[in-house]
């Protein structure tokens, strides 16, 4: 049985989802959709597939597509994620996953009552250098957690350019923030590596107050681009995270953990991908040194792609969705799944309500 997705979004959904999809055996795209006829057909043309759609409520309708590839905008995206569910297709669903609490509590009410699989698009786990980190942790390589860091600090808006084609994240109705994009990939990759999170406190602003265009124009945002957050894990561990997507001469990408035996440390110089991110540990006493994750980390024998591919998201992407596609025909456990982008959602509120409040939060507050 060929399992058939159609994607919505010729931008990046084409460009980086498309040969994840096309890298998994049992799979083929054969769908696009945009908001409109003209460059949804023009999309199906440059991309090879067979059907154009320009009503993304009617590809989640259509019994030909098993899969629907959601990326545009949180609001934009929320009736269409609903529509998938009451249908009860696969869903393959953009981070962040909800626009806001709200979104994410409907998108759980209505997952209750349908057969679907969901993922988020947050695959930062499936990286060779976080892979084997993972596998460094469970093996006690740092000893007992003591503490650490993680911040994912990037410029998009220090220096704007017309032509990027997220401008819209000044959109203060769209759904999204430094900390609920950039950090919504952060607390994924934390949350599995560390469990889950009792409590925290956060400050999230707006520091950067206009985008200065070249040409002189000036767009004044309406999304915080700038948290701090302190988070207590049920564990008992505490880290801090920075998250920013306007910090110039920006430095990227970093988890830091130290432990009783040792620390392991993660690091890319923007949002982390295959190639990029390199893991350095050391033991006490010692010095860090770079550790190659082994090949079992950077290639699939079920997935047509390895950590070199030119797109680079599209690798740890495809095996993100191989594992969808697994736990859509009973063979394991897709990750991370939709009960996972609840825990994650619960986490940005609570960020949220710190903030407003200036307190500490129990993540237990929202239910």
Not at 269 to 276: G, Q, W
Request: hydrophobic share 45%.
């Amino acid at each position: 049985m060929t399992l058939r997705v159609g994607i919505v979004s010729a931008g990046w959904g084409a460009f980086a989802h498309l040969p994840a999809w096309r890298a998994i055996p049992g799979v083929e795209v054969t769908a696009i959709c945009t908001s409109r006829e003209e460059t949804a057909k023009a999309a199906q043309q440059r991309l090879g597939l067979s059907r154009a759609f320009w009503d993304a409520e009617s590809m989640c309708a259509d019994p030909d597509i098993d899969i629907v590839d959601l990326g545009t905008r949180p609001s934009v995206r929320l009736p269409m994620v609903l529509s998938a569910l009451k249908q009860d297709k696969h869903i393959y669903n953009a981070s962040p996953h909800a626009p806001d609490w709200a979104g994410a509590k409907a998108i759980a009410a209505t997952l209750a009552s349908s057969r679907s699989i969901g993922v988020v698009d947050a695959f930062s786990e499936y990286l060779p250098a976080h892979r084997q980190m993972q596998a460094m942790l469970d093996d006690g390589y740092v000893g007992d957690l003591l503490g650490g860091s993680c911040h994912l600090n990037i410029s998009l808006f220090n220096q704007p350019d017309k032509r990027f084609p997220y401008n819209w994240f000044a959109d203060g109705d769209a759904g999204v923030s430094a900390v609920r994009n950039n950090g919504s990939h952060a607390l994924y990759m934390l949350t599995h590596l560390f469990g889950p999170v009792a409590e925290l406190v956060a400050d999230d602003a707006l520091v950067l107050q206009q985008w200065v265009f070249p040409d002189g124009d000036v767009t004044i945002p309406q999304n915080n681009d700038y948290a701090n957050v302190i988070l207590k894990f049920v564990s008992g561990l505490t880290m801090t995270m920075q998250i920013s997507w306007s910090l110039p001469l920006h430095d990227g990408w970093l988890l830091d953990v130290y432990g009783t035996k040792g620390r392991l440390r993660a690091e890319a110089p923007t949002f982390p991908t295959a190639r990029d991110c390199r893991l350095f540990g050391g033991k006490t006493g010692g010095a860090m040194e770079e550790i190659v994750p082994p090949t079992i980390f950077r290639t699939d024998p079920d997935v047509e792609l390895d950590w070199q591919a030119e797109v680079q998201p599209s690798y740890p992407m495809a095996l993100s969705m191989c594992a969808m596609v697994r736990a859509i025909y009973g063979q394991g456990k897709a990750s991370p799944d939709f009960v996972r982008a609840l825990e994650i959602e619960r986490l940005q509120e609570a960020i949220r309500l710190s903030s407003k409040e200036r307190r500490w939060v129990k993540v237990s507050e929202f239910m």
